[in-house]
């Protein structure tokens, strides 16, 4: 497993190097064929009130797959990252409960290479095991062509935090969101 660690306004002390490979170290034991592990920190400076550490993890197995998680909430580095870990446990075991995928099989593990590992630590299982979601509704979106502007317009004017729509300037589907930071994000479907 490689671990990447990228920082911005944190200086990376060896006691931080030491806690964050530590803790990265151990989530070979909870899943199989990781390839890589990247570790972002950062501490983003507010003019009011104290500082937000922001720790983010994104997991990439061997198949393909690829599990993210982030904590923003934290004052401490270690807290968020301790934080952000206790969410990719809960991300791992929802991973490993699709068994039987309804979509390309290929980012999924053996059954064999499940059973091999050991389970999430502590409440994470049972409370996965108790987590249950299905699709409650469809909806079909009239898809009109506009400019990404027209469509963050279109977006405040619904009071949503997405927006399906054409892109009139790239001929492509796109899908506007708007990011916890205030900005907007577009997302742009690309096939291999």
Known sequence: MELKIHTRNVDVTPRLQEHVEKKVS??????????EVRVDLAIERRKQGMDQCI?????????????????KRQPDIYAALDVALDKMYRQIERYKGKRKPRGASRFYESEQALQSVEPVPGQVAEEEAEEKTSIVRR???????????EAIDQMELLGHNFFIFYNAD??????????????????EPQTE
């Open 26 to 35: 151990r989530l070979d034991r909870y899943l199989p064929n990781i390839h």
């Open 55 to 71: 720790a983010q993890l994104t997991l990439r197995n061997t198949r393909g797959a690829i599990l993210r998680s982030e904590e």
């Open 139 to 149: 909806k079909a979106v009239m898809l009109v062509p506009m400019s990404e502007d």
């Open 170 to 187: 790239t001929a492509k589907i796109g899908v506007l969101y708007r990011r916890e930071d205030g900005n907007y994000g577009v997302l």
